[in-house]
């Protein structure tokens, strides 16, 4: 069974600083997703980036950047200029796609707080 | 606004009574999730349905979980009989056909069973 894991259950971070959330998976498949997804206290899951894993470049999206390494099967986000709408609980997620529901498997979450 | 739309938002209920929610999903999406979060923890997974047809289903749906999705359009979870333990936030999810899609969530059904 895939399992992910996030080790900071908190983080905190100046207002335009860097921050980076840890992410790591167990999986003996090779083809896979991987995503962030950011929930606004009291706002709905919105999907940050995602990442092939047949793909090695890291995926990129403005702010966010992730460091993917398929071998150590890790999955870092990387938040650069930090805003105060950074504020939120940010879920790492594994999509397995070998047949199947392609269903998400979550972490238990980061929950940042972006610091005026 | 065509995003995933979830009702209601907020339920409170009495241990024992049955509460059914409903999940609009974007219109084009064949693909339909519901998940479960609790209190500091991830979603998990509890059912998929692929236009009409229920095709996964989690160990945690126990059978007094049941999900609809008719004519595969909106979906529906009813809860029979609710404990405590039912109390969660409840997440629908869709996605179009296709690998590795990007699910697309509503704002979930916050569910307090006293």
């Known amino acids: 069974a895939q399992t992910v894991t996030q080790s900071q259950p908190e983080m905190s971070v100046q207002e335009a600083e860097t921050v980076t959330l840890s992410c790591t998976y167990d999986t003996s498949e090779s083809n896979y997703y991987l995503f962030w997804y950011k929930q606004p206290p009291s706002r709905q899951m919105i999907l940050v980036i995602r990442q092939e894993a047949y793909k090695q470049q890291n995926a990129t999206e403005n702010r966010f950047s992730v460091n993917f390494q398929k071998a150590a099967k890790s999955f870092s986000l990387k938040i650069s200029d930090s805003q105060l709408g950074d504020t939120a609980m940010y879920f790492c997620?594994?999509?397995?796609?070998?047949?199947?529901?392609?269903?998400?498997?979550f972490g238990k979450g980061t929950k940042l707080t972006v610091n005026p | 606004d065509t995003g995933v739309s979830q009702d209601p938002r907020h339920k409170i209920t009495k241990r024992g009574q049955n509460v059914t929610f409903r999940c609009d999903p974007i219109?084009?999406?064949?693909?339909l999730y519901w998940y479960r979060q609790t209190l500091g923890q991830g979603p998990e997974f509890l059912t998929y349905f692929q236009n009409e047809a229920q095709l996964e289903k989690s160990r945690l749906l126990s059978d007094r979980f049941s999900a609809e999705r008719p004519k595969g359009s909106f979906s529906t979870l009813e809860i029979q009989r609710t404990e405590q333990g039912d109390s969660a936030m409840y997440l629908c999810?869709?996605?179009?056909?296709?690998?590795?899609?990007?699910?697309?969530f509503g704002p979930g059904t916050r569910l307090l069973v006293l």
């Open positions: 219109s084009e999406h064949n693909r």
């Open positions: 997620a594994f999509m397995f796609t070998q047949g199947g529901s392609e269903k998400l498997v």
């Open positions: 999810a869709s996605t179009s056909l296709g690998v590795g899609e990007t699910q697309y």
